[in-house]
């Protein structure tokens, strides 16, 4: 049975709910995170109308199998997958920052680059590039994280001076962000993709930081088809990818970006199932398994969570 909209549950020493744009989190005695993955999709920081079959569960499985491939890198807030779409792990003390790696100049960093600009969150950029040329060496071009409202970019400098993060938790980020991408980059090549840029989240427990969050999926990172890129670059070709920016673009198309006097375009049914189905796809290409539909009902899922947290409270 596909559940289309997922309603609120109530867990036992349930002691916080937050209602994100496309999971919903709650807090279990101040200790322990559940996190359904729901089917709602977003862009341009704004909630589509309509849900996508089975995003929830792709996406909740992504991160679980890349948190699990590179728990020797750093240590991360995973603890149990109860459910095809829920997750259930440490509560974390958020840094209020995004961490996002760049390997190629592509999205937001072209666009700033195509402007004549050539610093982007404090970082130099050099002269002479294309659209998605490799750097040299991935960068880090850190985003606010926002609760309300659109994300900014911010530097390493505003990061330390600003007191979210201090210089030695700093290093630590940019060190295990490195070395994450760097796992991303490899587990991609094997699956004949590049990974291009993504996002890290990143918490403490005491004086220890975790991984948190989603790592590796479609709407936090860009793939690029390894096949053929270079003679796409040389030619001036758009890459193939494996992403949501297909999503963006039809909104760009049908003329919208999440400006205030916009208005979100009707999608079609066929149109949701086209998007599953590239959901669908990236799955398959990024673990190289096919994906398997479990749907649940609430009634299973909610019992599932509970044992779960059970378990790990002993």
Same mark, same amino acid.
């Given at each position: 049975?596909?559940?289309?909209?997922?309603?609120?549950?109530?867990?036992?020493?349930?002691?916080?709910?937050?209602?994100?744009?496309?999971?919903?989190?709650?807090?279990?005695?101040?200790?322990?995170?559940?996190?359904?993955?729901?089917?709602?999709?977003?862009?341009?920081?704004?909630?589509?109308?309509?849900?996508?079959?089975?995003?929830g569960?792709?996406?909740?499985?992504?991160?679980?199998?890349?948190?699990?491939?590179?728990?020797?890198?750093?240590?991360?807030?995973?603890? #149990?997958?109860?459910?095809?779409t @829920?997750? /259930?792990?440490? +509560?974390?003390?958020?840094? =209020? *920052?995004?961490?996002?790696?760049?390997?190629?100049?592509?999205?937001?960093?072209?666009?700033?680059?195509?402007e004549?600009?050539?610093?982007?969150?404090?970082?130099?950029l050099?002269?002479?590039?294309?659209?998605?040329?490799?750097?040299?060496?991935?960068?880090?071009?850190?985003?606010?994280?926002?609760?309300?409202?659109?994300d900014e970019?911010?530097?390493?400098?505003?990061?330390?001076?600003?007191?979210?993060?201090?210089?030695?938790?700093?290093?630590?980020?940019?060190?295990?962000?490195l070395?994450?991408?760097?796992?991303?980059?490899?587990? #991609?090549?094997?699956?004949?993709? @590049?990974? /291009?840029?993504? +996002?890290?989240?990143?918490? =403490? *427990?005491?004086?220890?930081?975790?991984?948190?969050?989603?790592?590796?999926?479609?709407?936090?990172?860009?793939?690029?088809?390894?096949?053929?890129?270079?003679?796409?670059q040389?030619?001036?070709?758009?890459?193939?990818?494996?992403?949501?920016?297909?999503?963006?673009?039809?909104?760009?198309?049908?003329?919208?970006?999440?400006?205030?006097?916009?208005?979100?375009?009707?999608?079609?049914?066929?149109w949701?199932?086209?998007?599953?189905?590239?959901?669908?796809?990236?799955?398959?290409?990024?673990?190289?398994?096919?994906?398997?539909?479990?749907?649940?009902?609430?009634?299973?899922?909610?019992?599932?969570?509970?044992?779960?947290?059970?378990?790990?409270?002993?």
């Amino acid at each position: 049975m596909y559940i289309r909209r997922m309603k609120q549950l109530q867990f036992p020493q349930q002691t916080n709910f937050y209602k994100g744009k496309v999971r919903d989190v709650y807090t279990i005695a101040d200790e322990y995170i559940v996190m359904i993955a729901s089917d709602r999709i977003s862009a341009f920081d704004v909630i589509l109308p309509s849900t996508i079959p089975y995003k929830g569960q792709v996406l909740n499985q992504i991160a679980a199998y890349m948190l699990g491939v590179t728990k020797d890198i750093c240590p991360n807030w995973l603890l #149990a997958i109860p459910a095809p779409t @829920i997750s /259930v792990g440490k +509560k974390c003390t958020p840094f =209020k *920052i995004e961490m996002v790696v760049r390997g190629n100049l592509t999205g937001h960093a072209w666009r700033t680059y195509a402007e004549g600009k050539r610093i982007l969150c404090g970082v130099q950029l050099p002269e002479g590039m294309k659209e998605n040329d490799f750097f040299f060496s991935p960068i880090i071009t850190p985003s606010t994280k926002a609760d309300e409202g659109h994300d900014e970019d911010i530097s390493k400098d505003e990061i330390i001076s600003k007191g979210l993060a201090t210089k030695e938790d700093w290093n630590i980020l940019e060190k295990y962000a490195l070395a994450l991408f760097q796992r991303g980059k490899e587990i #991609a090549a094997k699956r004949e993709l @590049i990974l /291009v840029d993504t +996002k890290y989240e990143f918490g =403490k *427990i005491g004086n220890e930081i975790y991984l948190m969050d989603e790592v590796h999926t479609p709407d936090s990172s860009r793939y690029f088809f390894k096949d053929g890129f270079e003679e796409r670059q040389s030619s001036g070709e758009r890459q193939k990818q494996l992403s949501k920016e297909f999503v963006r673009e039809w909104l760009i198309e049908n003329n919208f970006m999440g400006k205030q006097e916009q208005t979100v375009p009707a999608m079609s049914d066929e149109w949701v199932q086209t998007i599953s189905r590239r959901y669908i796809e990236l799955y398959e290409k990024v673990i190289g398994e096919s994906f398997k539909p479990e749907p649940l009902s609430e009634e299973e899922i909610y019992k599932r969570t509970v044992s779960a947290i059970d378990k790990l409270k002993g």
